[in-house]
């Protein structure tokens, strides 16, 4: 079973940028698709972005503008730039598979936007 460590999270300020990394323990090239999913406290977790592996992505409307996601099969990472952050984007963010099933979760990275 593929597992993910996702990284690059931190704390910036309102309108500050971020890119998120999430690397595989194996390859992602069967992967037809891939997605990044956040969880603020008292919430459920919820879909960000995905991609497929011919570059097709999705957005959340509330990230839709301001997030990109892409992969890079051959170095097994999955990213996620975040540019012109809101303090509504404050969660863990976790990548998985972004289809129907998925894996185990790994730790996630904290992202807080705060003044």
């Known amino acids: 079973q593929v597992q993910f460590v996702e990284s690059g999270g931190g704390l910036v300020q309102p309108g500050g940028s971020l890119r998120l990394s999430c690397a595989a323990s194996g390859s992602i090239f069967s992967i037809l698709v891939m997605g990044w999913y956040r969880q603020a406290p008292g919430k459920q977790r919820e879909l960000v972005a995905r991609?497929?592996?011919?570059?097709?992505?999705n957005y959340g409307e509330s990230v839709k503008g301001r997030f990109t996601v892409y992969r890079d099969n051959a170095k097994r990472t999955v990213y996620l730039q975040m540019n012109s952050l809101k303090p509504e984007d404050t969660a863990v963010y976790y990548c998985?598979?972004?289809?129907?099933?998925?894996?185990?979760w790994g730790q996630g990275t904290q992202v807080t936007v705060s003044s």
């Open positions: 991609v497929n592996n011919v570059g097709t992505t």
């Open positions: 998985n598979m972004g289809g129907s099933s998925w894996s185990s």
